[in-house]
């Protein structure tokens, strides 16, 4: 927790409606972002994504499972946050526990669409191989090393990076006998798929302190933060999800206004990790 004078606050706040923030930053811009992919050889993709002092991790492992009897044409995506007690002293305990379940919830509703899947950014279909027999489930497992605000943008941005990591092997289904029967499937061991990120989406998270709203907040900025919209808009310019924190209430009208921030912000925000997501690749490709 972020212990703040009465002096600093109002200077922070003073910084903000001057669109002057602590760091020299304007309202509505980022921090550097730093990207790493195949940081975890066991799994099928990960990342590292490094926004200013925020430190995070994300992997994706594939496995082989059967589909939902009420979704029989999708496949499965499970997301798990983890706070390292060591990223800050409020992560101990109980505190790191609560925070985990409500950043998870707050990707799968991000990334994940409704409970149909539909407007997903991480598209369920796309993971079937046999409808109704055969799926795959991606496991994405989220770690959080060092925290200096704005975690759900970071790690939604390393979830982003992790799949444009991911393989997944190539499979082939033979035919069950008949219905009631488990189809049997062949994995390669030598050819893969590369996961398909076009219409994975970035978050932006518009904070609000006193008159005004900001992105990429750092751990002081919101300690002063009245509420939080976090909006994931993908490189078509769609909505995927929306999420609020904060108890204070917002007017319809500004929440909209919210959004057209958002998607104006999203598109930087796209070019600039896709940028350092394909850096990263390259590194990786010339490495020995």
């Not at 304007?26 to 994504?49: C, D, F, H, M």
């Not at 496991?139 to 704005?150: A, E, K, R």
Request: hydrophobic share 35%.
């Amino acid at each position: 927790m972020v212990g703040l004078s009465v002096g600093e606050k109002n200077f922070i706040k003073g910084g903000i409606a001057q669109d002057l923030r602590n760091d020299g930053r304007k309202r509505l811009t980022y921090r550097p972002i730093y990207v790493e992919t195949g940081v975890i050889p066991q799994a099928n993709g990960s990342a590292r994504v490094k926004l200013g002092e925020t430190d995070v991790i994300a992997s994706v492992k594939a496995e082989l499972g059967k589909p939902r009897v009420s979704h029989p044409d999708q496949g499965k995506v499970y997301i798990y946050v983890e706070c390292s007690p060591t990223a800050e002293p409020s992560f101990e305990r109980r505190g790191g526990d609560e925070l985990s379940t409500e950043l998870s919830i707050a990707l799968e509703r991000s990334l994940l669409g409704g409970k149909s899947g539909a407007g997903a950014g991480i598209n369920p279909a796309s993971l079937l191989i046999k409808e109704g027999k055969v799926c795959w489930d991606l496991y994405v497992d989220c770690l959080v090393i060092s925290s200096d605000g704005n975690l759900l943008d970071a790690l939604g941005a390393a979830i982003k990076a992790a799949l444009s990591n991911t393989g997944i092997p190539r499979v082939q289904v033979r035919e069950a006998a008949s219905s009631d029967e488990q189809a049997d499937v062949d994995v390669s061991d030598e050819e893969f798929l590369q996961f398909d990120t076009s219409g994975v989406p970035v978050i932006v998270t518009l904070t609000k302190v006193g008159r005004h709203y900001i992105v990429d907040a750092t751990s002081e900025e919101e300690s002063l933060m009245s509420s939080a919209v976090s909006i994931s808009v993908n490189r078509h310019g769609m909505i995927c999800g929306l999420t609020k924190r904060g108890g204070a209430g917002l007017d319809p009208s500004v929440i909209l206004d919210m959004i057209s921030v958002a998607k104006h912000v999203s598109e930087q925000l796209l070019n600039k990790l896709d940028s350092e997501i394909e850096a990263a690749e390259r590194a990786n490709e010339e490495e020995p």
